[in-house]
């Protein structure tokens, strides 16, 4: 017995070194290709507040993605998987918002391109956090998954079509309203929000419900900067680039990080009450 108990020990201790190297391992990684995406801060003008909106968030999503990764060895192994797409959803903005900081310094342009592929990565990730928390907690369903996703195309394409000049400003605004809508209706009164209030721990049902209204309130944010951009203040249909890209970072910001931390302290919360039970 206690041989065994020594063994056990043993390994306990092997593993938690095991989880520290490579912990430090992938933030020493983080922290040498950083420099590497670093070379516009010369070019960047202390009066240029949209450049340096987006330096600051770049520096956020990066420290995040670091702090996620970091945090996966803290939570029971459900939680996992979770904090590690929530850890994608931030290192893949982080890199997009390099290229889009290099071509507004560059260019005093909508980097639309650049924005829209990180969108396309990363709201379905995002989504699928909803999924994730609920199999978590053993009441997801694969339809649950496919509604998300579905929704999410639909709100992001017509609002890259429009964006690009391939739709109609106002027709793709409306599509992708409806895209929004039907994403609502799902996590508020569809199979997930259903799901979420007969079985999820206190913990869940607090980020789930807050994670709802990032989704509602935060991500308004997008369509307000989008109107304020594309259709008003201008006569000739130009974009009001300053106004729509500092507003896009704003949201950026709230509804990648702030769902990530939510995503956290679920996961925190009640792999912390398992193991002291």
Do not use: C
């Not at 199979?191 to 079985?199: H, I, L, P, R, Y």
């Amino acid at each position: 017995m206690m041989i065994n108990n020594i063994f056990n020990k043993g390994k306990g201790f092997s593993l938690s070194l095991a989880s520290f190297k490579v912990k430090t391992v992938l933030t020493l990684l983080f922290l040498f290709l950083l420099p590497t995406f670093a070379h516009a801060a010369a070019n960047l003008k202390s009066d240029d507040f949209v450049g340096i909106s987006f330096w600051l968030i770049s520096m956020a999503l990066m420290a995040s993605t670091v702090f996620f990764l970091w945090e996966t060895q803290s939570v029971t192994a459900k939680w996992k998987t979770s904090l590690v797409v929530s850890a994608l959803v931030t290192f893949i903005a982080a890199v997009h918002y390099f290229y889009m900081r290099d071509v507004w310094v560059a260019t005093q342009s909508t980097p639309t391109v650049y924005r829209y592929i990180d969108w396309l990565l990363t709201v379905p990730l995002l989504m699928i956090e909803f999924y994730l928390i609920l199999r978590a907690i053993g009441v997801a369903s694969s339809g649950i998954f496919w509604r998300l996703l579905i929704g999410t195309l639909v709100m992001l394409i017509p609002g890259y079509m429009a964006e690009s000049g391939y739709l109609n400003i106002t027709v793709g605004f409306v599509i992708g309203m409806l895209g929004w809508f039907y994403i609502l209706y799902e996590i508020f009164l569809g199979e997930a929000g259903k799901a979420a209030e007969a079985t999820a721990s206190d913990a869940v049902k607090f980020a789930y419900k807050a994670m709802r209204w990032i989704v509602t309130v935060g991500w308004a944010i997008y369509p307000i900067g989008y109107v304020f951009g594309y259709m008003t203040g201008s006569t000739d249909g130009a974009a009001n680039q300053e106004v729509l890209n500092i507003v896009y970072n704003l949201a950026d910001l709230v509804n990648k990080i702030a769902f990530g931390l939510l995503i956290w302290y679920a996961a925190t919360s009640e792999s912390q009450a398992l193991t002291e039970k």
